[in-house]
C-alpha cells in the first residue's frame, strides 16, 4: 500500500468525523421552518420540534412546585419533599459520631426538634418564599419568553461559539479512530 493512501485515509476519516458531529449540532436549529421539497415535507429542527413540549413541561412543574397555596399543601407533592428533606437532615444528625453518645432521653427529642423545624423550614420555602419571590420576579413569564424566536436564535448563536470547537475535536478523534482501525484491517487483510 502506498504511503500517500494511508495519510489519505487518515485525513478523510477526520473530516467524515468532524462532518458527522457538526451536523448533529445542525440538526438541532435547522431548519427553522416547515420546508417541501417536490412532494417531500421536511422536518423542522429538533430544538423548534421540542420547544413546546418543553414549555409545557416547564409550566406543569412550575405549577407544581411554585404555585401551591397553604391550604393545598398538605396534599401536594412539595409536602413529600418536605417531609423527605427534614427526615434525611434527621437522619444525618442521628447517624454522627458524637450524637450517639447522647443518651437516649437527650437524643430523642433533639431528633424531633431538628424533624419539626426542617419540615416547617422547608414548608414556609414551597409555600410562601418561592412563591412570593416567583411572583415579583416574574418568573414564569421570564421562563416562557426564553423560547421566543429571538431568543432561541440567541441560544443558536451561543450553542454554535461554544460547541463548535469540542464538537470538531471530538470528530476529529473520532476520524483518527476509524482511520487507526482501517489501516489495521487493510494490513491485515
Known amino acids: 500500500m502506498q504511503w500517500y493512501f494511508i495519510i489519505l485515509t487518515f485525513f478523510f476519516n477526520i473530516l467524515i468525523g468532524i462532518c458527522l458531529f457538526y451536523s448533529l ?12 421539497i417536490l412532494f417531500i415535507n421536511l422536518p423542522q ?16 412543574q412550575f405549577e407544581i412546585y411554585l404555585e401551591c397555596n397553604k391550604d393545598k399543601f398538605e396534599d401536594s407533592k412539595l409536602q413529600e419533599i418536605s417531609l423527605d428533606f427534614s427526615e ?30 426542617c419540615y416547617y423550614l422547608s414548608k414556609e420555602f414551597f409555600s410562601n418564599f418561592a412563591p412570593n419571590l416567583a411572583k415579583r420576579y416574574k418568573l414564569k413569564e421570564k421562563i ?46
Do not use: M, Q
Open 25 to 36: 449540532l445542525l440538526l438541532l436549529f435547522h431548519p427553522k421552518k416547515r420546508r417541501k
Open 45 to 60: 429542527g429538533i430544538f423548534y420540534i421540542l420547544k413546546n413540549k418543553l414549555a409545557n413541561y416547564i409550566s406543569k
Open 88 to 117: 434525611k437532615s434527621s437522619e444525618k444528625i442521628r447517624k454522627n459520631r458524637w450524637f450517639k453518645l447522647l443518651p437516649k432521653f437527650i437524643s430523642d427529642p433533639i431528633l424531633s426538634f431538628i424533624f419539626e423545624i
Open 144 to 189: 416562557f419568553a426564553i423560547f421566543s424566536e429571538k431568543n432561541i436564535e440567541f441560544i443558536e448563536v451561543k450553542t454554535k461559539l461554544f460547541l463548535t470547537k469540542p464538537l470538531f475535536i471530538i470528530g476529529g478523534i473520532v476520524g483518527l479512530l476509524f482511520g487507526i482501525f482501517n489501516l489495521i484491517f487493510t494490513l491485515i487483510f
